[in-house]
C-alpha cells in the first residue's frame, strides 16, 4: 500500500515552531520525511524542538529569525535555498492580544500587526518568487476563529486574524496559475502552554474552573490539541491535498456553526 500523507525530501519551513502548534506541526511533518527549518524569534525553543525531532531520527534545523524583520527573514530564505529548493511555507507565528477596542493601546496594535500580519507578508513575499521559479508550491496560515466571527475582548487579535485570511484568499487567487497553493487552518481554542500562562495570570487560585469554563466555549466541551491542528497541517501539505487551494479549515469543536443555531 502507498504510504499516504508522505513528505518525503520536501522542504518545509515553519515560522514559530518552537513551541505550541508550531513544534506539534515541526515534529508532524519531520516524522513524514519532511526537511524543517523552524525560524523562531527564540532560538532556544527551535533548538529544543530539533533536538527532538533528531532524537527520532529526523531532519531539522533552527533559525532565529524576527518574522517582522523583512532584512531578517530575506537572508534566512536565502540561506536555505543555497541547500535546497522551498516547497512548503507555514506561516504559523503569532502573538495574542485580550481587551477591546478600548483598551487597545497604539503600541499593542502595531506590535500585533508587525507579528501577526507583516510576519505572514515578509515570509510569504520571500518564498513566492521561488515557489514561482519552481511552477510548485505551497503556503498554509494559521488564522483562528476570530478571522470569522466576533470574539467578546479579542479586537486587536481578531483584527489581524481576519488580514491573514484574506491575505489568504489573494494569494491562492494571484498564484494559481504558478501551481503555488495557499490555504489556512482556522483553529478554536487550543491548550498550549499559553492558554495555562493566561489562565495562571489573570485567573489565580481559579485555575481549574477557568480551565473548564474556557474549555467548554467549544460545543464539543473541550479545546483542541496541538497535535490535531497538525495532523490538518500535515494532510494539506500532502499529495492528497492537492486539489485545494484558496480554503480555510475551521478546526474549532463546532464553535462557528454550532454557537450560531
Given at each position: 500500500m502507498i504510504n499516504k500523507f508522505s513528505l518525503k525530501n520536501k522542504t518545509v519551513i515553519i515560522t514559530g515552531g518552537g513551541?505550541?502548534?508550531?513544534?506539534?506541526i515541526s515534529r508532524t511533518l519531520a516524522s513524514q520525511g519532511a526537511v524543517v527549518h523552524i525560524?523562531?524569534?527564540?532560538?532556544?525553543?527551535?533548538?529544543?524542538?530539533?533536538?527532538?525531532?533528531?532524537?527520532?531520527?529526523f531532519v531539522g534545523v533552527a533559525h532565529k529569525?524576527?518574522?517582522?524583520?523583512?532584512?531578517?527573514?530575506n537572508q534566512v530564505i536565502h540561506e536555505i535555498c543555497k541547500i535546497s529548493n522551498i516547497e512548503i511555507l507555514?506561516?504559523?507565528?503569532?502573538?495574542?492580544?485580550v481587551g477591546n477596542i478600548e483598551n487597545c493601546k497604539e503600541e499593542d496594535l502595531d506590535k500585533l500587526y508587525n507579528v501577526n500580519i507583516k510576519g505572514v507578508y515578509n515570509c510569504s513575499k520571500a518564498v513566492i518568487p521561488i515557489m514561482k521559479k519552481n511552477k510548485n508550491g505551497l503556503i498554509i496560515n494559521l488564522a483562528s476563529i476570530a478571522s470569522s466571527v466576533g470574539i467578546s475582548d479579542r479586537f486587536a487579535y481578531s483584527m489581524t486574524k481576519g488580514a491573514v485570511?484574506?491575505?489568504?484568499?489573494?494569494?491562492?487567487?494571484?498564484y494559481v496559475k504558478d501551481n503555488i497553493r495557499c490555504n489556512c487552518i482556522s483553529p478554536a481554542r487550543v491548550h498550549t502552554p499559553f492558554v495555562d500562562g493566561?489562565?495562571?495570570?489573570?485567573?489565580?487560585?481559579e485555575e481549574k474552573k477557568?480551565?473548564?469554563?474556557?474549555?467548554?466555549?467549544?460545543?464539543?466541551?473541550?479545546?483542541?490539541?496541538?497535535?490535531?491542528?497538525?495532523?490538518?497541517a500535515l494532510y494539506l501539505c500532502s499529495e492528497e491535498a492537492k486539489f485545494i487551494t484558496g480554503s480555510n479549515f475551521a478546526i474549532d469543536g463546532g464553535f462557528v456553526t454550532l454557537n450560531s443555531q
Open positions: 513551541s505550541g502548534i508550531g513544534e506539534a525560524l523562531d524569534n527564540k532560538l532556544e525553543s527551535a533548538l529544543e524542538t530539533v533536538n527532538r525531532i533528531k532524537k527520532d531520527n529569525c524576527d518574522v517582522s524583520n523583512n532584512v531578517e527573514v507555514i506561516n504559523n507565528a503569532g502573538i495574542a492580544h485570511l484574506t491575505m489568504t484568499y489573494s494569494i491562492a487567487k494571484d493566561f489562565i495562571k495570570k489573570n485567573y489565580p487560585n477557568m480551565f473548564k469554563n474556557l474549555s467548554k466555549t467549544q460545543p464539543i466541551g473541550r479545546m483542541g490539541t496541538p497535535q490535531e491542528i497538525a495532523d490538518l
